[in-house]
T-cell receptor, first 109, second 116 residues
Framework: KQEVTQIPAALSVPEGENLVLNCSFTDSAIYNLQWFRQDPGKGLTSLLLIQSSQREQTSGRLNASLDKSSGRSTLYIAASQPGDSATYLCAVKAGDMRFGAGTRLTVKP | NAGVMQNPRHLVRRRGQEARLRCSPMKGHSHVYWYRQLPEEGLKFMVYLQKENIIDESGMPKERFSAEFPKEGPSILRIQQVVRGDSAAYFC??????????????FGPGTRLLVL
């Protein structure tokens, strides 16, 4: 049974800092991995989708990596801003989609 | 192209009542997924539907919960005889096809159900 874990559960950093969010999954037989952003009381916004054959994806200040063999993904956020404050969820797809519990990020001005 | 739409955004029910949650997928999308998010937890898959068919309901509780996606109209998640433990955010997502390795799901804003 696929289990997705995100560490840390919460993270607070000063504005401008580079940071890394971690996601691990137990079954490496996945089709893809996706990072989402969720703002309080809102839905999910897809940030990056990495196919199983890919190692990384980049969008602006965001870079996501995937190491399928070790069951790990990281989301790197460069030069963090207060507007980046949100909960970040990773999800793996193998059949259905399994989500981690998220990392709640606070970027202090 | 409007995104995935869900209504109502907030729903309050008393124990024993019925809750109906609606989801209109993005235009051109024929696949709908429902997820539940309990407080302080991640999203949990409930059910996957295509037009008029339930494809995978492995995450759906066996009793009181049902889902449909008729040929015309929105997908409906129905919860009968609600209990306090049903209080959660229910998210709907849609996708244009079932090519699993290329699929991106687009999420709606969710319906927040509160059972008193």
């Amino acid at each position: 049974k696929q289990e997705v874990t995100q560490i840390p559960a919460a993270l607070s950093v000063p504005e401008g800092e580079n940071l890394v969010l971690n996601c691990s999954f137990t079954d490496s037989a996945i089709y893809n991995l996706q990072w989402f952003r969720q703002d309080p009381g809102k839905g999910l916004t897809s940030l990056l989708l990495i196919q199983s054959s890919q190692r990384e994806q980049t969008s602006g200040r965001l870079n996501a990596s995937l190491d399928k063999s070790s069951g790990r993904s990281t989301l790197y956020i460069a030069a963090s801003q207060p507007g980046d404050s949100a909960t970040y969820l990773c999800a793996v797809k193998a059949g259905d989609m399994r989500f981690g519990a998220g990392t709640r990020l606070t970027v202090k001005p | 192209n409007a995104g995935v739409m869900q209504n109502p955004r907030h729903l309050v029910r008393r124990r024993g009542q019925e809750a109906r949650l609606r989801c209109s997928p993005m235009k051109g999308h024929s696949h709908v997924y429902w997820y539940r998010q309990l407080p302080e937890e991640g999203l949990k898959f409930m059910v996957y539907l295509q037009k008029e068919n339930i494809i995978d309901e492995s995450g759906m509780p066996k009793e009181r919960f049902s889902a449909e996606f008729p040929k015309e109209g929105p997908s409906i998640l129905r919860i009968q005889q609600v209990v306090r433990g049903d209080s959660a955010a229910y998210f709907c997502a849609s996708s244009p096809n079932r090519q699993a390795n290329q699929e991106t799901q687009y999420f709606g804003p969710g319906t927040r159900l509160l059972v008193l």
